[in-house]
Every structure is written in C-alpha cells, then in structure tokens.
C-alpha cells in the first residue's frame, strides 16, 4: 500500500496557531479528494484581528453620500460579512453585504437616504456574526 503524510496548518501573520498531520492510504480502486478553506476562526485571539482591519469613512461630515473603506488582511476568507449602520439610538438603519474579493480591500459608496435625519451615525464591520470593527461618522444638511 501507498500512503503519505500530509500536514496541516492555521497562520495567522507570523504565527502557527494550529497544527495537524495526517495519513492517507491511497489504493487502486479509491480516489480521495480534500478541500481546505481558509476562513476566520472566531474562537481564537479575534482581538489581534481588530488591530488589523481598517473601517474608514470619507467625506466626514456626509451630506449625500460617502465611501466606506474596509481594509482586511490578505490571508482572511469570510463567507458572511456585512457593513451595518446604526443612529444614535442604536437601531439599524443600513446594512451592506461584502462580497469576498482575493485582496480584502473594499471601497463600498453608501448613499443617504431621506429618512436618515442629521446627526451621529455609528457603522460596524460583522463577519461571521462577529463585530470585528466600528467607526462612526457625522450626517449633516
């Protein structure tokens, strides 16, 4: 019989966080296929993901619209992340989907609609359920 040794890894920057090797017995009459997605694991040091995503804004002040820019490191899959914007009072009153793209740089116009009143605006980066950045920006007349 065949087999080999394949090893596992999670980085994260510089880091092995997690490792695993295994061994697979391959014969004539199998064939074995493995898929390996990269995605965050939300159970471990999420704080050191904070501290390298970017959540800005520009114009701030917004009168009519403004370009919301995520930053993400290079090596993050997500598969359910969304921007979402809430008022003063903590109630939702927008929320943007993003869509992977290979260089986690996003740049996503967001224009004010009429019932969005001026005043202090919070926005939040989720991904995966996660609140992982906030930021806040100013609506004016």
Request: charged fraction near 15%; charge should be neutral.
């Given at each position: ?58 114009p701030n002040p917004v009168r009519e619209q403004t370009t919301i820019s995520v930053g993400l490191p290079q090596n993050i899959y997500f598969k359910n992340a969304v921007i979402k914007i809430f008022n003063a009072n903590g109630q939702i ?49």
């Amino acid at each position: 019989m065949f087999s080999k040794i394949y090893n596992g890894y999670i980085i994260y920057g510089d880091s092995v966080i997690s490792y695993v090797s295994f061994n697979v017995e391959i014969d004539s009459s199998n064939m074995y296929k493995f898929i390996i997605e990269d995605y965050i694991h939300t159970d471990i040091k999420m704080s050191e993901l904070t501290n390298t995503v970017s959540l800005t804004n520009y114009p701030n002040p917004v009168r009519e619209q403004t370009t919301i820019s995520v930053g993400l490191p290079q090596n993050i899959y997500f598969k359910n992340a969304v921007i979402k914007i809430f008022n003063a009072n903590g109630q939702i009153v927008d929320i943007i989907p993003l869509y992977y793209n290979s260089n986690n740089i996003y740049n996503i116009i967001w224009s004010r609609s009429a019932n969005i009143l001026p005043g202090r605006y919070f926005f939040n980066l989720d991904i995966n359920n996660k609140k992982i950045a906030s930021n806040n920006m100013l609506i004016v007349q």
